[in-house]
């Protein structure tokens, strides 16, 4: 090991940058086969401790719990380390192959899962099934392992009734403001939403920096506002469904502790709440000094229809550089927020994207943070 460790050592002494572009991809392809030589070994052994009852020894529950509080990797990294070393009995053709290299540690994952969920079907295809994946990737890799495990043991524990009972989606919130989204899709739910998100990501233009995570929020946030814009929504309460927001006049402002918050309670920021505002119907309610209802006014557009066609014509799509966002996913972005005295007039509108409205906003608070004087 302390000769392994310092080959190691060697090889992270080198500067990077006096190797050509071929050396370091050498390198690089060289690490991943001894990462997997080190996999193969390590569950190896992590299969011998726990044969020996070495984790009780040690003071340990299991090889998970070791290995989890000695390299301070997570329970679940852990868990899938104890889990390769168990599959050496079950699939014993396909271990050997791991470590002589002949398959990665990613397709021998495929086919100890499989061994696992098919135990009696798997010895008997166990050498074809090494030998069809030998010259796959690892995606190809999984296709093949699951036609064969459905071919020999039909849908298997998820099938379509028992996906339609588990089926289920749950919105909580979290810290910060922020939604956490969980559940489980069956798997036409699953493809039509990976269609519809697909649609709504166009390539991102100069400049766009999101990852593809953070476009794929993006393009489910379009999908949910543009389907409450759209006229064929039913309403609730003699309305259509939108976010609703609850504020007083200092918030619109830019001055947070008043009144700044959704009608479920959720309290928002005041960058989020001027951001909706730009492009937004209001309708104002006065209230008493008990919170008793006084006056209720009628809801008003920030841009009216006529002005909103003008600034659609005139744009076409969303002003920030290099992007193409289409109409229907952009906000009119008020120049000189309405609510600090700015007129709602046609050249002072811009379209702009969700993102690239989020964008602007953030910039006119970080311009605001450097010079308070000029807010």
């Known amino acids: 090991m302390s000769q392994l460790r310092s080959v190691l050592e060697e090889m992270a002494a080198v500067d990077d940058h006096r190797l050509s572009v071929a050396e370091l991809a050498a390198d690089i392809i060289e690490l991943t086969h ?131 009972v588990r089926r289920g989606l749950h919105l909580s919130n979290s810290i910060g403001g922020m939604r956490k989204v969980d559940g489980w899709l069956t798997r036409t739910a699953g493809e039509a939403l990976d269609a519809a998100i697909a649609a709504n990501m166009p390539p991102p233009g100069d400049g766009d920096t999101r990852t593809p995570r953070q476009r794929r929020h993006d393009a489910l946030e379009n999908l949910c506002r543009d389907w409450l814009d759209n006229g064929t929504t039913p309403t609730m309460g003699g309305e259509k469904p939108h976010i609703s927001l609850l504020t007083d006049l200092p918030a ?52 009216t229809t006529a002005q909103r066609k003008a600034i659609v014509a005139r744009d076409r799509h969303c002003q920030a550089p290099g992007c193409r966002a289409k109409p229907q996913h952009c906000d009119i972005h008020h120049e000189g927020h309405w609510a600090d005295g700015g007129t709602t007039s046609v050249d002072k509108g811009k379209l702009f994207c969700r993102f690239h409205h989020t964008q602007e906003h953030l910039k006119q608070r970080h311009r605001q943070h450097r010079h308070p004087s000029r807010t």
């Open 34 to 164: 001894i990462e997997q030589m080190i996999d193969v070994l390590r569950a190896r052994k992590t299969k011998n401790l726990a044969d020996r009852g070495g984790h009780h020894q040690l003071g340990f529950s299991s090889p998970t719990a070791l290995l989890a509080h000695q390299t301070r990797m997570s329970p679940g990294r852990a868990k899938a380390i104890v889990a390769l070393g168990n599959t050496r009995e079950r699939a014993p053709v396909t271990q050997q192959a791991w470590a002589d290299g002949r398959i990665s540690t990613d397709q021998a994952r495929h086919l100890f899962r499989a061994a696992e969920s098919v135990p009696d079907a798997y010895p008997e295809a166990e050498e074809r099934l090494v030998d069809i994946i030998e010259g796959l990737d690892a995606v190809e890799t999984g296709k093949a392992v699951e036609y064969w495990r459905q071919a020999v043991d039909g849908p298997g524990d998820i099938d379509p009734e028992t996906q339609w």
């Open 252 to 303: 619109l402002r830019g001055i947070a502790g008043g009144t700044h918050e959704t009608l479920n309670g959720d309290i928002i920021d005041i960058d989020t709440l001027r951001m909706i505002a730009c492009d937004a119907s209001i309708t104002r309610i006065v209230l008493g000094p008990d919170s008793e209802v006084l006056d209720i006014g009628r809801k008003t557009r920030v841009w």
